[in-house]
């Protein structure tokens, strides 16, 4: 996709329009936030601004006919290009992208416009055995339209979230394949959470249980995981594997959640141990 990118980037009319179409096409607009972040990321804010009100009409259209997705995706993958710009941490631009879509979640802008209430009818009337479950948390004092609210809005947020982190990488390695060819793999491969970064997300996740903020709770995970994720392609990386190990890799990733639970936990102690760094030493 390289080719297109340098396409994109001969000025502004082109990504503009570029950013535009992919924004009106559906599921194209992961294209359209990649775009926009690209600019942003090359450029800086107010040069990218054309290319980011170019994405986010359409995307607001999409919006306004149900689909909150193309607009939040684009508008948080912005965000986030615009703290790796200025601040070059992959780690500060994923806990700010965290932070932003877990607000998205709390205000409810992943609800269906008309609520809840016809989903729930909908699953009823399709299963007799939820509409059981259903019936049976009424019983107990649960509000089910509540819960089901915050169920498809944190599981929204959290696609939202994912989809703006592909963005963000797919445009960061536009930027270096255009600019910098090998950075991208090497930032990439590189990236870890500071002892002082876990401690926010930490920090986070429990406020979020002690206040009722579930979306921070659910979201709070997402850069640890991301972390994971580097983790296994420097190790890859650096062992000179074949790629096939990093297909088996997200496979399992993506189909089993025990999977996840360990990249979790070695990203979580990749913080204190820093693997990368004692197998770059050892290979010294």
Not at 129 to 139: F, K
Not at 168 to 173: H, P, V
Not at 189 to 197: M, Q, Y
Not at 242 to 256: D, E, M, Q, R
Request: some cysteine; proline content about 5%; overall charge neutral.
């Amino acid at each position: 996709m390289l080719p297109i990118a340098r396409w994109l980037m001969r000025g502004t009319p082109h990504a503009t329009g570029g950013a535009a179409v992919a924004a009106i096409v559906p599921w194209l607009f992961w294209l359209s936030g990649a775009i926009a972040a690209l600019v942003t990321l090359r450029r800086g804010l107010s040069p990218a601004l054309p290319v980011i009100v170019a994405a986010a009409v359409p995307a607001g259209w999409w919006w306004m006919q149900g689909d909150a997705i193309p607009l939040a995706s684009v508008l948080l993958v912005t965000l986030m290009a615009l703290v790796l710009r200025e601040r070059m941490r992959w780690s500060e631009a994923l806990i700010v992208g965290t932070l932003a879509a877990a607000v998205m979640v709390q205000l409810e802008l992943f609800v269906p416009p008309g609520g809840t209430g016809p989903l729930l009818e909908q699953l009823r009337q399709g299963s007799t055995e939820i509409d059981a479950m259903l019936d049976e948390l009424v019983r107990q004092g649960y509000d089910t339209e509540a819960l089901t609210a915050l169920l498809v809005g944190g599981v929204t947020g959290l696609v939202v979230l994912l989809a703006s982190v592909a963005c963000l990488a797919l445009a960061r390695s536009w930027q270096a394949g255009l600019y910098n060819p090998g950075g991208f793999r090497q930032e990439f491969h590189a990236l870890r959470l500071s002892g002082r970064e876990l401690a926010v997300l930490v920090g986070l996740a429990v406020a979020g249980g002690l206040l009722g903020l579930q979306a921070l709770v659910t979201l709070a995970w997402v850069p640890l995981l991301v972390c994971g994720v580097a983790l296994v392609h420097g190790f890859i990386g650096a062992k000179g594997m074949n790629g096939l190990w990093l297909v088996a890799f997200y496979v399992l990733l993506i189909t089993t959640w025990p999977m996840i639970l360990i990249v979790l936990l070695v990203a979580f102690l990749d913080v204190f141990a820093d693997f990368r760094g004692r197998l770059a030493s050892r290979s010294d």
